[in-house]
Structure formats: C-alpha cells, structure tokens
T-cell receptor, first 113, second 110 residues
Framework: AAGVIQSPRHLIKEKRETATLKCYPI?????VYWYQQGPGQDPQFLIS???????DKGSIPDRFSAQQFSDYHSELNMSSLELGDSALYFC????????????FGPGTRLTVT | KNEVEQSPQNLTAQEGEFITINCSYS?????LHWLQQHPGGGIVSLFM???GKKKHGRLIATINIQEKHSSLHITASHPRDSAVYIC????????????FGTGTRLQVFP
C-alpha cells in the first residue's frame, strides 16, 4: 500500500541558509500535518493543511512557511536556518471525514551546522 | 504539567516478558494513538483508539475514556520490540493536531 513520502530523507544546511522539505500524502488524503521533533524531545505540531488551506497552526516560527498544492503535496520552507532548527521533521496525512487516523511519513532529518 | 503523560519513561525487559506502558491525559479527546519510533527512525502508527480495546499480533491497546487512561501491552516481548513508544491524543477542541506524550523507551534484552 502507498505510504506518505517525504523528501529529502536527510538534509545538511549551514546557518542562515534556506531549506525546503516536501511531503507527498497517501493518495486521496487531503489533509497534511507537519511535526518537528528536536533531539530527545517529543514531536511538536507545526502546521496543517486541508484542501490547500491552512487549517491549524502550532509552534511554527515566522521564518518557516508552508503550503499545500493542488495535488495535495505540501512543502515546508525554512529560511535563515538556526542551529536549533536541527530536528526530525515529520509529515502525516489523513483523509478528512474518513477516520481520525494520521499516517506518518518517514521524516526528514535536518542538520544545521 | 504535560497534557499527555506516559509511564514509565524507561523500561528494560528480558525477552519473553509481558510489558505494559501507560498513558494518562488531561484533555477531552476524540482519539488516542500509540506510535512506535525506532532510534533515528520514522514514526509508525500502531493503534488508533477511541474506545475499548484493540489487538494486533502481540500488541494490545486499551483505553478507558472515563479515567482518561490508556495502556499498551506487549506479550512475549522480543529484542526487535526495542523502540520508543509514544502515546498521542487528538484533543476534542484542538482541531486535528496530535498532542504527544514524552515517550517510553523500551529495551528488550535476549
């Protein structure tokens, strides 16, 4: 069965650079969630999208932006990267109205040096 | 105080032992997830519960909505079960996002 795809799986950037993380949800899933998990920390919700519109916003820094495209894939854009942005970034997808279950992608590990 | 708390934080077991991980939450929820995360790895969804009990192989998850408590049980534990187990809830008033517990790190020794 198709799963959530994230790319790249690993990314190394320097401070003050920009990064773009991509998430491809399971086919027919119209809702995407982004989570950030710092080293040794719980995942924290960043932002979510339903039908290409932002549906909820968590602790996402102003330096980050995200959007969902017409094919339902989502991109998380991160600018002016800081060392503290080093984390595992997960996306999850869900089909609204079908079930509450979120399906997680494998994550993108971002390292900022 | 975290909205979702797990116990124990760390757990070691010998292969074959029965394991229980507990999750308590303080918010009204519409669903509770049990997730598994291997070191450096992605998150795998094990169960999603809104009531009662679910079983999948050697894993059993239960939830008591009135007591705001859930348990994850692993029967006949195996070293490959070693991972971090995370409880996450979908709060009733919090739209869709999940609130994560702090995780329980399980190590099963042969």
């Amino acid at each position: 069965a198709a799963g959530v795809i994230q790319s790249p799986r690993h990314l190394i950037k320097e401070k003050r650079e920009t990064a773009t993380l991509k998430c491809y949800p399971i086919p027919r899933h119209d809702t995407v969630y982004w989570y950030q998990q710092g080293p040794g920390q719980d995942p924290q919700f960043l932002i979510s999208f339903y039908e290409k519109m932002q549906s909820d916003k968590g602790s996402i820094p102003d330096r980050f932006s995200a959007q969902q495209f017409s094919d339902y894939h989502s991109e998380l854009n991160m600018s002016s990267l800081e060392l503290g942005d080093s984390a595992l970034y997960f996306c999850a997808s869900r089909e609204q109205g079908k079930a509450y279950e979120q399906y997680f992608g494998p994550g993108t590990r971002l390292t900022v040096t | 105080k975290n909205e979702v708390e797990q116990s124990p934080q760390n757990l070691t077991a010998q292969e074959g032992e029965f394991i229980t991980i507990n999750c308590s939450y303080s918010v009204g929820i519409s669903a509770l997830h049990w997730l598994q995360q291997h070191p450096g790895g992605g998150i795998v969804s094990l169960f999603m519960l809104s009531s009662g009990k679910k079983k999948h192989g050697r894993l059993i998850a239960t939830i008591n909505i009135q007591e705001k408590h859930s348990s994850l049980h692993i029967t006949a534990s195996h070293p490959r079960d070693s991972a971090v187990y995370i409880c996450a809830v979908r709060s009733r008033g919090g739209k869709d996002k999940l609130i994560f517990g702090t995780g329980t790190r399980l190590q099963v020794f042969p």
